[in-house]
């Protein structure tokens, strides 16, 4: 008789949450090497344990790290610097829209 393992899936502000295979699957890549990802802090779970949990839209962001890798031959460290820097002047752009609307 097999033994199988309960996976319950949450719902946290409206997205679903997949594991860590599921993420696998969806990007093309091993879960162990996502599991180094983790390690390296390029994705963060939503859930740690018992099993790592991620948003659905983490899909987006490890297809980035995809990219800056294949495409512009960053090693992890440029990847994890370069998204840091995306996120940031995304933040500051935020920004300069609402100051933008109070001058007007």
């Known amino acids: 008789m097999k033994r199988y393992d309960l996976i319950i899936y949450g719902q946290h502000l409206d997205e ?5 295979d599921e993420l696998g699957r969806l990007v093309g890549m091993h879960p ?3 599991r ?5 802090g390029l ?9 790592p949990l991620f ?3 983490i899909v987006a962001r490890v297809r980035k790290i995809q990219r800056l890798k294949n495409d512009l031959g960053l090693n992890l460290a ?3 610097l370069v998204l840091d820097l ?8 935020e ?3 609402c100051i933008r609307r109070y001058d007007l």
């Open 86 to 93: 995306l996120e940031r002047i995304s933040g500051l752009e």
């Open 16 to 20: 679903k949450l997949i594991t860590i």
């Open 55 to 57: 948003e659905d839209n």
């Open 36 to 40: 180094r990802y983790i390690v390296l």
């Open 43 to 51: 994705i963060d779970p939503e859930v740690e344990t018992p099993e």
């Open 78 to 80: 440029g990847c994890g």
């Open 32 to 34: 162990e090497k996502l």
């Open 95 to 97: 920004q300069l829209k």
